[in-house]
């Protein structure tokens, strides 16, 4: 029979939770306890006061309790010194900011689906636009009001992400690609629809052939061919982004944790702690990095070495998150969970490798730092 013990600062049927392994301790039986910071800790048993008093900031640390933000950090894929809590454009080059780490969800993304639409909106109204301007069909009866017609949506409602940039580069004061785009598409349709709807303000050396000359159609198929430039750049940022989603599709949503009375349920994955006891049973992946503990399996590795052959893990082997287990039962015991897994640490050098830049690119920086204000110089003078 155990002898009841008195722990000061404890009431008796009151119980207390091991922090290595989760388990429920009642503390007037317990015979494994430690003090650490002016504060007594209860264990289910030996080895896990062990590991306790060997690392306790490891067991101490706070653990997430909920899911992970879905919002996270975005960055420049030019400017990787850019860092956002929310999606936006760099204020240095005017281009989309992208997630760090992409999330596993593959859902389309709402920019290209946007940037897509308004470019084929605008190559509709372009192509007329241009067949006017080319046939010469400027000077027939009603000629101008098509023009306006036409460009109007195609330069700015097709346009209005461009101009939006343009501005913000205005206020940043960093000149940009969008900074010549603004200025070129917005001058030259204000100047065409000036010449349009006010042509007696124009003096004759303005006029070509008793008219003012209309710069529409440049202004529209400006437009289209930046939009096809953005619509082409996000499909290769989507493809690049496939790899790390992939690898993230790897991990398994859930794992089934064995509760303190032997009841197992199975629970999402941000749920589990290190220490916590894992039931993986056959064809279920490896939930996350941890150590066997009892029963006998083979484990396909291949996703971490390649090797085809499955790996034979007992009672103190090490098993790797997003592995498949093949032929038996195994109870783990989990040791690296969210962040700090194998597969996790993969992704994050995955992406930060994706972001990385090749020197050219900082010549080519440097370069595009003197091209825009040089143009706009050449402009005025």
Not at 151 to 170: D, Y
Not at 278 to 298: A, C, H
Request: glycine share 8%.
């Amino acid at each position: 029979m155990t002898a009841t013990v008195d722990h000061p600062g404890h009431d008796h049927g009151a119980t207390e939770i091991d922090p290595v392994c989760g388990m429920t301790v009642d503390p007037a039986t317990a015979h494994n306890h430690t003090e650490h910071a002016g504060r007594r800790y209860f264990f289910c048993g030996a080895r896990c006061r062990e590991r306790f008093i060997a690392e306790p900031r490891r067991f101490l640390a706070p653990q997430p309790t909920s899911p992970p933000a879905a919002v996270g950090q975005w960055t420049c894929p030019m400017h990787p010194e850019i860092l956002r809590n929310h999606p936006g454009s760099c204020p240095l080059c005017g281009m989309a900011l992208e997630p760090l780490v992409p999330g596993a969800a593959d859902a389309p993304d709402p920019e290209l689906r946007d940037m897509t639409r308004r470019m084929r909106i605008a190559a509709a109204l372009s192509v007329p636009l241009v067949v006017i301007a080319m046939a010469g069909w400027t000077n027939l009866p009603g000629a101008v009001w098509v023009q306006v017609a036409l460009a109007t949506p195609a330069v700015l409602w097709a346009g209005a992400p461009f101009f939006r940039r343009f501005w913000e580069s205005l206020k940043s004061r960093h000149l940009n690609m969008f900074t010549l785009i603004g200025l070129g598409t917005g001058i030259a349709y204000l100047y065409s629809l000036a010449g349009a709807l006010l042509p007696d303000i124009f003096p004759p050396e303005f006029r070509m052939d008793g008219q003012v000359p209309l710069y529409f159609e440049a202004a529209a198929v400006i437009v289209t061919l930046v939009l096809v430039g953005q619509v082409l750049e996000l499909r290769a940022r989507a493809l690049t982004g496939g790899a790390i989603r992939a690898l993230l599709d790897l991990a398994p949503q859930t794992a089934r944790l064995i509760g303190s009375a032997g009841s197992e349920t199975d629970v999402p994955l941000f749920e589990i702690h290190p220490g916590d006891l894992l039931r993986v049973r056959p064809g279920e992946k490896i939930p996350v990095d941890g150590i066997v503990v009892e029963g006998g399996s083979t484990v396909d590795e291949s996703m971490l070495t390649g090797e085809p052959l499955p790996v034979e893990k007992g009672p103190g082997e090490r098993v790797t998150g997003a592995t498949l287990n093949q032929t038996g039962s195994l109870v783990m015991r989990a040791e690296r969970v969210g962040s700090h897994t194998l597969l996790a640490r993969i992704v994050a050098l995955v992406a930060a490798a994706q972001r990385s830049r090749a020197p050219i690119q900082k010549l080519a920086d440097m370069v595009a730092g003197w091209f825009v204000p040089a143009v706009l110089a050449v402009a005025v003078v």
